[in-house]
């Protein structure tokens, strides 16, 4: 039998800070953070990002002392994004295969200044496209598959032998997991890992992404024909399902809060470290709601991260993360 009120007071164990420190299910620490960083070309340049208030880009002696600060606060890994410059931005996106682009002299200076903090790269070739789609267009606008896997593959390659410690692809393109994992043991890259972005849904969240990374205005039509329909839930088991058996070592569920569901169904159904990005339009919703003092930033963005380790989640994703693990004391 169990006790109910008044010898049941569900509120004992919440009435000090101390008793509730001792009764929280859930712990949220620095080392659950993944810091995502822009890289733009040049010496000693930050360029502030509108649509994302307080994010900049940073030229490559700034992402290195990003590093050093991620290291610092005790972040154990950065993701990084590239913003080419707009020559370099082709049909088909060549520029992601140069071994001497952006992100391989991040990656190469990152590994060199701060190896102790890992480093997680995108595949994908919409930093790269002058179309901003993820992939290769046809006559019909149409992204298509194998041949975009193709390029993906000698992407993940590149980056891997700049030093890239996670590959993350973000595409959504059918079987490039299995690909790129068979491309990496065939360079003997056996401790790279993959990270999928296994349930990634078509949303309007990523709009300041794409600003940071220059594909905004870019962009032709949308990307329902690769991303998720924001409908479904099973086809997210589905997805990871998939990636999991072509050799992804961890999955993502990507945006984070308007998808907690999928993240716990993910956990629920395997065995795996779950990750979460809580993305570009998740960050300029609270930094807004601060803005117009509509809530106050260092509760909100806890309790937002928190939600993500209750749901299930190994990490997540989040422009805040310098910020929040200064409040965890890191
Ligand atoms: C591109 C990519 C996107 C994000 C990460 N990788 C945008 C998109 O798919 O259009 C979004 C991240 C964010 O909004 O913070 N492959």
């Known amino acids: 039998m169990t006790a109910s009120y008044p010898a049941l007071r569900l509120r004992r164990t919440r009435a000090s800070a101390w008793s509730r420190r001792l009764h929280a299910e859930t712990v949220l620490t620095p080392a659950d953070l993944i810091w995502p960083l822009f890289v733009t070309e040049g010496a000693g340049v930050e360029q502030p990002i509108a649509s994302l208030p307080g994010v900049s880009r940073w030229s490559v002696d700034g992402i290195v002392a990003r590093g050093r600060e991620a290291r610092d606060l005790g972040i154990p890994c950065i993701a990084l994004f590239p913003y080419t410059q707009v020559d370099r931005r082709t049909e088909d996106g060549r520029e992601a295969l140069n071994p001497d682009n952006l992100m391989c002299q991040a990656i190469r200076a990152l590994k060199d200044a701060v190896p102790e903090v890992g480093v997680l790269t995108d595949v994908a070739l919409d930093p790269y496209t002058s179309h901003g789609h993820d992939g290769l267009v046809d006559a019909a606008g149409y992204v298509v598959n194998d041949t975009t896997a193709e390029m993906l593959v000698a992407q993940a390659l590149n980056q891997a032998n700049a030093g890239a410690d996670i590959i993350a692809p973000s595409d959504m393109m059918d079987g490039r997991i299995g690909m790129i994992r068979s491309a990496l043991e065939g360079e003997s890259h056996h401790n790279v890992q993959i990270m999928s972005y296994a349930a990634k849904y078509a949303s309007a969240f990523y709009g300041p992404f794409r600003d940071a990374v220059g594909s905004r205005g870019l962009l032709k039509g949308d990307k329902k024909t690769y991303q998720m329909d924001n409908a479904n839930a099973e086809e997210a088991l589905r997805e990871v399902a998939m990636d999991l058996a072509e050799g992804a070592d961890t999955v993502m569920v ?77």
Do not use: N, W
């Open 254 to 330: 990507k945006p984070g809060l308007p998808y907690l569901d999928i993240i716990v169904r993910v956990r629920q159904a395997f065995e795996v470290p779950v990750f979460a990005y809580q993305v570009s339009g998740e960050y300029a919703m609270i930094e807004h709601a601060v803005a117009a003092g509509a809530a106050e930033r260092d509760v909100m963005v806890l309790e937002t991260l928190m939600s993500f380790k209750r749901a299930g989640c190994s990490g997540v994703l989040t422009y805040h993360a310098a910020h929040a693990a200064k409040l965890l004391g890191g």
